[in-house]
């Protein structure tokens, strides 16, 4: 099983940056694909980007590349989400979560998936 932490969030201006942090418990946080999902209010939970077990494959929503960068450090049980050039559209309540990693399979894309979640981390991007 594995707890989660997101850290990070705050209040930004536009074409400002933030990071996320999300913190696992547990030792087997490397046989996990991570993921970024965000819910902005009145809208449905979306996903943001996710990574594989290794530092391998990694995926954005259009909306963010270019612009967001995901990466983890497993000695740290860490994943992160950079954010630059932050937009008002991009305020939302942002949570990491894990997935069991399964060979030859990539990070999945939608949140029943995901089997842990963090709390979430409020991030509000003014004009």
Known sequence: QVQLVDTGGGLVRAGGSLRLSCAASG???????MA???QA???EREIV???GRNNGRTY???SVKGRFTISRDNAKNTVYLDMNSLKPE???VYSCAANVARFGVPPPLAS????YWGQGTQVTVVS
């Open 90 to 92: 991009d305020t939302a």
């Open 49 to 51: 980007a996710t990574i």
């Open 27 to 33: 030792r087997t946080f490397s046989a996990y694909n």
């Open 41 to 43: 209010p009145g809208k």
């Open 36 to 38: 970024w999902f965000r």
């Open 112 to 115: 029943e998936e995901y089997d």
């Open 60 to 62: 954005y929503t259009d």
